[in-house]
């Protein structure tokens, strides 16, 4: 692969990893799309990515290329593997062999899966923000490096680099998704208990106007009413100010403890 060439496709694949604000942004198919980028700018056999967003669940998303086969390198990972090792210290996983003396001494039950894949080196970077590890992604290499890859492997220290660069930059993008979701949560509830407020207000001028008496008494009855009838008071506000409430179970409330 040219230099200049290479140079602008992990740019744009940089920018477009970053770009997470969309309304269909979905976790799932992310990942996997990082995963297949992954493996084309570093040339390997496969990539996958291990998932928690810094929380309990774990997600195991595999690249396009060869799904099962990584799905495998990845699910075998409970019992030691580069992936579980990134994610404990936070940093990357070297380059290593899968070898008797380097992955098969330091992983054995992954090393012999890999090796039954044709893998012959693997390394992780973690996916990590701030001092938050949200995931890792895995490398996997062809045993001799060239077998069925695409034009354009680069060598194993060269492609650790690219691939934390591509982890460093989802880990920003993945951030700002979570806040950006988060505020918008926030803005709903806010917008919501907003409009439920204007609800009680205009549905407790109504009773007042109605019965000529004060605001206090007026939310006393709606509030009677809801818990009698097990209703939001949202709810029962809206019902009063389209006048689809009996007036006579709504009276009884005027009574009711408060």
Not at 56 to 77: K, Y
Not at 152 to 161: A, K, Q, T
Not at 207 to 232: I, S
Not at 233 to 240: H, L, R, W, Y
Request: proline share 4%.
């Amino acid at each position: 692969m040219r230099d200049r060439e290479s140079e602008l496709r992990l740019a744009d694949v940089l920018v477009r990893t970053a770009d997470t604000l969309t309304e269909d942004f979905d976790l799932e198919r992310y990942l996997e799309w990082l995963a297949d980028r992954c493996t084309e700018l570093v040339g390997a056999r496969g990539v996958g990515v291990m998932y928690t967003g810094g929380e309990d669940t774990v997600r195991i998303v595999p690249c396009g290329r060869r799904r099962e086969a990584v799905r495998g390198l990845l699910e075998i990972q409970y019992r030691g593997g580069p992936c579980v090792e990134s994610f404990g210290s936070g940093q990357p996983v070297a380059p290593t062999r899968i070898c008797p003396d380097g992955g098969g001494a330091r992983w054995p039950h992954f090393a012999e899966r890999a090796g039954e894949q044709g893998v012959g080196e693997t390394y992780a970077v973690p996916i990590r923000r701030g001092g938050t590890v949200l995931g890792v992604l895995n490398v996997f290499v062809a045993a001799n490096g060239k077998e069925e890859e695409p034009e354009g492997g680069v060598p194993s220290e060269l492609g650790l680099r690219i691939a934390q660069t591509l982890a460093d930059a989802a880990a920003t993008g993945l951030h700002n998704h979570r806040t950006h979701s988060a505020y918008r949560v926030l803005s709903e509830q806010l917008q919501t208990a907003l409009d439920s407020r204007i609800h009680v207000e205009q549905a407790k001028g109504v009773l007042a106007e109605r019965w000529h008496t004060g605001m206090d008494e007026a939310f006393e009855v709606l509030r009677g009413y809801a818990r009698r009838e097990q209703q939001v008071i949202d709810f029962v506000a809206t019902q009063v100010i389209r006048g689809k409430i009996d007036e006579d179970e709504l009276r009884r409330g005027r009574s009711a403890p408060s």
